[in-house]
């Protein structure tokens, strides 16, 4: 193989190439790992692939301006980027605890970015290079923060990210066609403030100049002091992300108008062949190796991205509102000759960990409808049910498997970005369900059916849960079929808006009666851009504007993780008070339908059971667990 170098990190990289000056000088919150599962990667492989001078500069000492200038002032401009992981996301647990960790920074060591990185970064390079720098910010922090926006570590609204930078130019999803636009333009002179025509991009502009077009949304003060008119501009916000029927967004910041152009139309097969057949060195800086390397490549190292965008669209989900919905995808020939590459590196050992994207089985986009008309609004493709016009085809994603798994050298290809099952039971030919189960499988599968709850399932966007069990009596029966030992292991989700202490019950019932006992359990993390995070400001529902059960507290969080383990001693104490509260004692016992032992008196419980009898006669026939009974009602 051709050795392949990294891009500039010092001034002595450049002397090596024989450059004077850079073009552009990315300022990025992660260690620089030059594989295409990085943004800053593929950014500046892009631009380098358009004859620009790139250099990278990752993970800067934000204290002072050193490792900002140290090579030198760039010609054109600064792109800045938190990284691949919203910056207080990465620092700051669900419950807001101070990771220690950060699987993007040499040896794991956390602590070595900025929290809010981008407006951290933004006022160093102003610092170092001054007001007149064009400076363009994008990556996932910038895209989702591009409105007014509920930050759940302040429990606050924030204004749009780009009157916090005082950046120039905001480019969100995947950013590749509008930076290269802002690098041409730029290049021949243009001033960065000029440039308001470009999609998928955001700019901010006095508001006596905002375009007449378009759709505003309420403004930045009625945002902050209304949560209906906050979950109004939620909607409208979420709506128009579809680069076929989307309008200009318009936001009022005071003074100021925050504008989002539509978006930018996703890469075409052709495109994204060439975005991936770039010289990635496809490892970290060698300058890590020293401090233990960046764990963060060890998943992806040797894994391929075979498609981009989600028609899935979880409530919960951030992906929608920052790749969008409509799926695109590589040929066979490109994904192959990326395998094939993946065989030759010195440390192959003969297994691709992943062939996947945002939803591993989504090839093409969601039906023939969306390619001239767009996504339905306030629609969803899948759920509560898969939609009656939903194309389902996994013949194309099974050939580029059986063909990766022929190449010499390969011994196994895994599938770890997530299989939609509710796409998967849809799809009438299980040829591809029965060699993902022989093939594919690295002894468990990991889906998501994240609750069991109608009601709450709804809130989450998800299919309801009777599609789960018909896709697991299949899988184990195929398994089965196969003599082969395999688990599936469910995600699942505490706290989710919409989940009742009710709700939480429902879903311990289910786990006890299908004897899933999860090892971890992920509380809802309100994410910035998201519909879910909504809900969880706003406790109303943004599209139906109907109240939404929300628990908040600490202590209301605890209870309803705890039921989901139930089984562990450790929860003992908060299950029966869980129970205790709902007026469940009929789950607190010693007969095999209970979720807990007593810890008081038998008389005291025989007492409170009295008092509630209603529920003793109702658990016996608690096998539905589809949650139809409550789901109404919210």
């Not at 250099?55 to 990284?83: T, Y």
Request: proline share 5%; with cysteine.
């Amino acid at each position: 193989m051709k050795k392949v170098d990294f891009l500039p990190v010092s001034k002595e990289d450049m002397d090596k190439r024989g450059w004077k000056q850079l073009d552009f000088l990315y300022i990025v919150g992660d260690a620089y790992v030059d594989h295409p599962s990085f943004g800053h990667a593929i950014i500046s492989r892009v631009l380098e692939s358009h004859g620009y001078k790139v250099g990278i500069v990752a993970l800067p000492d934000w204290h002072k301006i050193d490792d900002f200038v140290r090579m030198g002032r760039p010609k054109l401009g600064v792109l800045v980027s938190a990284g691949n992981i919203d910056s207080m996301v990465n620092h700051y647990t669900a419950a807001k605890k101070r990771r220690h960790d950060d699987m993007y920074a040499p040896g794991g060591k956390g602590g070595m970015r900025p929290d809010r990185a981008t407006l951290v970064y933004c006022n160093r390079i102003k610092e170092a290079f001054g007001s007149d720098m064009p400076i363009l910010i994008g990556g996932v922090e910038a895209s989702l923060r591009r409105f007014a926006h509920y930050d759940y570590w302040d429990d606050g609204i924030r204004p749009s990210i780009l009157i916090d930078s005082k950046a120039d130019l905001l480019t969100y999803g995947m950013g590749e066609k509008q930076t290269v636009q802002i690098a041409k333009r730029l290049d021949s002179g243009e001033d960065i403030s000029t440039m308001h025509d470009i999609l998928g991009t955001c700019y901010t502009c006095p508001t006596y100049e905002t375009p007449y077009d378009g759709v505003e949304v309420p403004s930045f003060d009625n945002v902050l002091n209304s949560k209906k008119e906050y979950a109004k501009s939620c909607r409208i916000e979420q709506d128009e992300q579809d680069h076929i029927r989307g309008r200009l967004i318009k936001q009022k910041h005071g003074k100021v108008m925050v504008v989002q152009n539509k978006p930018m139309p996703p890469l075409n097969q052709n495109e994204l062949d060439k975005i991936y057949s770039l010289p990635y060195t496809r490892a970290y800086h060698p300058s890590y190796e020293k401090l233990g390397g960046v764990p963060g490549i060890k998943e992806v190292e040797f894994s391929i991205t075979h498609n981009r965008g989600c028609f899935g669209a979880c409530n919960f989900c951030s992906i929608a509102f920052h790749q969008g919905r409509y799926v695109t995808s590589r040929s066979k020939k490109s994904i192959l000759t990326e395998a094939e590459k993946l065989t030759h590196m010195p440390n192959f050992k003969g297994y691709i960990h992943d062939i996947g994207g945002p939803t591993a089985n989504f090839r093409k986009p969601s039906c023939t409808f969306q390619e001239e008309h767009g996504l339905c609004k306030g629609k969803k493709c899948l759920a509560p049910k898969p939609c009656k016009n939903l194309s389902v085809d996994h013949s194309e994603y099974l050939d580029i498997l059986r063909q990766v798994r022929s190449l010499p050298k390969v011994k196994k290809v895994f599938i770890r970005s997530g299989i939609r099952y509710d796409y998967l039971l849809e799809d009438k030919d299980d040829t591809f369900f029965k060699e993902l189960v022989e093939h594919h499988v690295s002894g468990q599968l990991k889906v998501a059916p994240e609750h069991c709850s109608a009601a709450v399932l709804d809130k989450m966007g998800k299919p309801h849960i009777e599609a789960y069990i018909k896709f697991s009596h299949r899988y184990f029966e195929y398994t089965g079929e196969i003599n082969k030992e395999q688990y599936l292991v469910p995600y699942l989700m505490s706290s989710h808006p919409g989940s009742t202490l009710d709700d939480a019950i429902e879903l311990a019932l289910f786990l006890k009666k299908n004897h899933i006992r999860p090892e971890q359990v992920q509380d809802f993390y309100p994410t910035p851009g998201t519909i879910s995070t909504c809900m969880f400001y706003t406790e109303l529902d943004p599209y139906t504007m109907e109240k939404v059960y929300v628990a908040k507290s600490e202590h209301d969080k605890a209870l309803q993780r705890a039921l989901l383990q139930y089984f562990n001693p450790k929860n003992q104490k908060l299950v029966e008070e869980a129970l205790k509260r709902a007026k469940r004692y009929d789950l607190i016992g010693y007969d095999s339908k209970c979720l807990v032992k007593p810890t008081h008196s038998a008389n005291q419980l025989n007492k409170n059971m009295n008092k509630n009898n209603r529920y003793q006669n109702k658990s016996s026939h608690k096998n539905n667990y589809s949650g139809k009974n409550r789901g109404k009602k919210r």
